[in-house]
């Protein structure tokens, strides 16, 4: 395990990296191109290059798949929560304009970046759970076969 000394350096380096440039796309989406979805899919690609560098079992134990399901579902649930809330104040499925009555311009800047987080976590959760369903299956053939 001690070869690809380099690959594993600079992987732990870009890691933190690519979660902060996610972050960085996730908040600045309304501002400049970007969002949820690409936060969400950028934020995995950092899960998914630490388990290939470093294996899925690894992977797996820094982020397991408990919890990636359970972020899919609340991804979704944020969502769909947003809407609900803004139902039962009286306005209609997802107007952000519920969320601040007296300067609806507000309610939809809170509204945008609280969907988008929703989008985001449900992302991330999906695209790293495709990625563990598929790292985990056997190999129909062996290394030498190739």
Do not use: N
Request: net charge neutral.
């Amino acid at each position: 395990m001690r070869h690809h000394l380099i690959l594993r350096v600079v992987t732990k380096l870009l890691v933190g990296t690519i979660i902060l440039f996610a972050f960085y796309v996730q908040f600045h989406g309304d501002f400049s191109p970007g969002g949820g979805f690409q936060a969400g899919v950028i934020m995995a690609v950092a899960f998914i290059l630490y388990g290939v560098v470093f294996s899925l079992r690894k992977a797996q134990k820094v982020f397991p798949p408990w919890l990636v399901h359970k972020l899919v579902a609340l991804g979704v649930l944020i969502y769909a929560g947003t809407g609900i809330v803004s139902l039962f104040l009286g306005y209609e499925y997802l107007d952000y304009g519920a969320f601040s009555p007296h300067h609806p311009e507000h309610g939809q800047h809170y509204g945008i970046l609280i969907v988008e987080l929703g989008v985001g976590i449900t992302v991330t959760g999906v695209m790293v759970a495709v990625y563990y369903a598929f790292a985990a299956r056997p190999p129909r053939i062996s290394d030498e076969e190739w």
